[in-house]
């Protein structure tokens, strides 16, 4: 069963994808474009990692949306049971 802050995080994952893909910024150019080390990136993207608020903070510089537009829940992920 996952936990609340396992859904928070799921659901920062999918949100960096969505916005990636809408502003059509691939998410293998992010790490760089947001200066995090590469292999955290993917740690966090995997749930191996947590995100801190500074590492959120640069991914949300680099898609160009304020950081709380990362864990705002979507009308898709409402419907979301994970």
Do not use: C, N
Not at 19 to 27: D, E, F, G
């Amino acid at each position: 069963m996952a936990t609340g802050s396992d859904s928070l995080q799921r659901r920062v994952v999918r949100r960096i994808r969505e916005i990636s893909k809408t502003k059509k910024i691939p998410v293998t150019h992010l790490p760089d474009r947001a200066g995090v080390a590469r292999s955290h990136f993917w740690d966090v993207l995997a749930v191996r990692k947590s995100p801190t608020l500074a590492w959120l903070a640069k991914v949300a510089a680099a898609l160009e949306v304020d950081p709380g537009e990362l864990v705002v829940k979507t009308r898709a992920s409402r419907t979301d049971r994970s």
